[in-house]
């Protein structure tokens, strides 16, 4: 089973940019970017196909995160700009689980190998 890796988190102002890298020990197909919050459930960030054609977002953050990846690296990423205090919380990349394992899908459950996240925290 391939095993994620998050980095890139930190402390950032609002209005600031960070970028989130999650690193793959192997093959991945459609990835995706999920947040959570103290006291709050793991909500949907962004994901992206196994080919990086598709990708999607979720309304809070759409025009301002964008989801990338490169597939020689097993690498996916996370771009955050303009960055506002309720993006404050820990990120995860996970991968979908099978099968159709090259769609972008939203739902945590559909999601099978998580990494162990990176945290980000926007101040005002």
């Known amino acids: 089973q391939v095993q994620l890796v998050e980095s890139g988190g930190g402390l950032a102002q609002a209005g600031g940019s960070l970028r989130l890298s999650c690193a793959a020990s192997g093959r991945t197909y459609a990835m995706g970017w999920f947040r959570q919050a103290p006291g709050k459930e793991r909500e949907f960030v962004a994901g992206?196909?196994?080919?990086?054609?598709?990708?999607h977002y979720a309304d809070s953050v759409k025009g301002r995160f964008t989801i990338s990846r490169d597939n020689p690296k097993n690498t996916v990423y996370l771009h955050m700009d303009s960055l506002k205090p309720e993006d404050t919380a820990n990120y995860y990349c996970a991968t979908v689980r099978p099968p159709a394992m090259w769609i972008v899908r939203t739902r945590p459950e559909d999601y099978e190998t998580w990494g162990q996240g990176t945290r980000v925290t926007v101040s005002s």
């Open positions: 992206m196909s196994s080919s990086g054609v598709t990708t």
